[in-house]
């Protein structure tokens, strides 16, 4: 059995993979935020270091949180407290490919939304028709503003035929004192007083995702993107199964002993941000 995060399983892990040729040949950057760059409200050592190393190779980033109960805005701001200042282009949300998706696939129907005021604002923005009454389609979105009539109303319209969706799959978020239950926990109560299957979600790891980010930052080659984080189940599969590449960092959510349990594996293991940034070149 592995231990938690021992150095010695690291390194068998790792065993074999030319970690250096593998991160030169990437000159995109897909960064997850909590459990990566930050956690919580502290920033990881050697994250901005990181960015700085990727400015002087020549390559570029982007930062994309499965995380939909704030705005883009309010990232900005929050990176921006730690000295990491970014363009509205340099970040995308859960929230954001969720909006992208509905304009291309249900252009024009009427969506409940189970989200924060900030969230809920954005889909306005984006020119999704909110209704409180009937809908077409339920979004979960990660609403800290839960309620058992939101749950009790979602319910219903799943219930009665409305397409189901969410933003993203998270289970749960991480924070510095341990998780909060997110959108995927919040699904689990839906379907099962609903009676439905799965929910269709957004965001990482789905392929949308891919796209949105490509076609935001103008990326043409999906073998030249890495997507980095600390979630298997999202930042890992994102990138390994849709064509691009899976670089987990051990600061957030995942450790080795849920590497040996996950079938989608890495293309490699780092401690942090700084050590894949110690292979750039």
Not at 106 to 115: A, H, I
Not at 230 to 248: F, K, P, Q, S
Request: net charge negative; proline share 4%.
């Amino acid at each position: 059995m592995l231990n938690h995060n021992d150095p010695k399983d690291i390194e068998a892990f790792n065993k074999g993979i030319d970690r250096t040729a593998l991160v030169n040949s990437c000159k995109h950057f897909v960064l997850d935020m909590d459990g990566t760059f930050y956690l919580g409200n502290t920033i990881l050592p050697g994250s901005l270091d990181f960015l700085k190393t990727l400015e002087k190779t020549g390559r570029d980033y982007l930062f994309f949180t499965n995380n939909s109960s704030k705005s883009p805005d309010v990232y900005i701001e929050k990176l921006a407290g730690m000295n990491c200042f970014i363009s509205r282009k340099q970040i995308m949300t859960s929230g954001d490919v969720t909006i992208e998706y509905l304009n291309a696939a249900y252009p024009g129907k009427r969506v409940y939304l189970v989200g924060t005021e900030a969230l809920i604002k954005s889909f306005r923005e984006g020119g999704i028709g909110l209704v409180e009454d009937d809908p077409d389609i339920v979004v979960i979105g990660f609403d800290t503003t839960l309620t058992y009539e939101k749950i009790v109303k979602a319910s219903d319209y799943v219930r009665a035929g409305a397409v189901y969706l969410a933003t993203h799959p998270d289970i749960n978020c991480p924070v510095e004192n341990g998780y909060i239950t997110d959108v995927g926990a919040f699904c689990a109560m839906i379907s099962l007083s609903a009676g439905v299957g799965e929910v269709k979600s957004l965001g990482k790891p789905n392929p949308e995702t891919v796209d949105m980010a490509m076609l935001r930052a103008g990326w043409k080659n999906r073998s030249e993107i890495a997507f980095v984080g600390d979630r298997l189940y999202t930042d890992i599969a994102v990138g390994v199964n849709n064509g691009a590449h899976g670089l987990l960092v051990l600061t957030g959510e995942a450790s080795m002993r849920d590497v040996q349990k996950f079938d989608t594996k890495p293309d490699a293991i780092f401690r942090d941000l700084s050590e894949i940034g110690s292979f750039l070149k």
